[in-house]
């Protein structure tokens, strides 16, 4: 009976030296068990509120993801890196880095149109887009998707051309309130933003103008829009790495991506959507999350011809040497985002 329990001491014993040996020599066992987890470099915008969405949400969760937010405002130097997996961006700031052979990928839309236009005072004598030779307008940058498309078209088909300030759209939105800047090329909320604004008497201060609504000659015809029609915005962007060595993994993120989208879709001014944009976005007003979040059209699917548009605007200024075509979006995604 000793032997018998003695023996039993022993196996025991042997069992206990066994796992802790795996621990030892098979640390990775235990990291394989837990959820695989993806850093999204993020600079907080409603335009993101889809990737908000889905975590606050457990979409991602759902689907055996851990997602972290990390808030930077080098998002995509932090993708191609390797800091981070996914940024949300502007293509026209992906597009450069992927022409120069950089480890980023574009593999989903964000959102269709940019919501990108013209804000002027209501007191401005703008008839006509010749009406903006050489002004000066505030606006991102000149790589700004909308900056390049409003800049071309009134060079193109009106012979016309304007003095761009490169602001930030609350720096934009401060210069139109100084009167230093003719008018600004603002996206939403700001657009929505500047439309609340009244002056002394309680009117409008602000109008949008040639946004392809308005009818800013009284001539009973709406202008087209100088950005052009449904221009395709943001992208979801990915380190060229992380989506060949986890590719399914990316895949799901997309996936709960295209949930949000839905959920957005069905009622952008839905009281829980609204507070989640506001905790993400707290510098911006209820009224105007609530007026703009209907114009962002969420959608998964690219448009790849509005961003191969996009590069060939960058070659011809120069930005880039050559259009990459369909080098742009990642393979491993033809089939479900383009």
Known sequence: MRRKNRLLVYLQALLTLCLLAGAV???GLSAQAAAPKIIVADANSTHHLNLYVA???GLFTKRGLEVEIRQTSSG???VVGGEADIVFNCPTGVITPIAKG???????QVKIPCTSVLVAPVSAPFKKPSDLKGLQLAGLSSTCCAVIAIRDTLKQKFDTEFTLTALAPGAALAALESNSVAAAILEEPFVAEALLLKDAAGKPKYRTIFDGRSDIDGDGKVEPNLAGENPPCRTINANRDFV??????????IEAIDEADKL?????AADDI??????YVPNVSRQAIINSNP??????KLDTVGLTGYAQALVNQGTIEKNPGDALFAPEFKGITW
């Open 295 to 300: 114009k962002l059209g969420f959608q998964i």
């Open 76 to 78: 995509v130097a932090a």
């Open 102 to 108: 950089q480890n980023i990928i574009i593999i989903a």
């Open 264 to 268: 957005i879709r069905g009622n952008p």
């Open 274 to 279: 609204v507070a989640i944009a506001q905790k």
């Open 244 to 253: 060949k060595k986890r590719a399914a993994d990316a895949k799901a993120f």
């Open 25 to 27: 020599f098979a640390p």
């Open 55 to 57: 975590y606050e949400k």
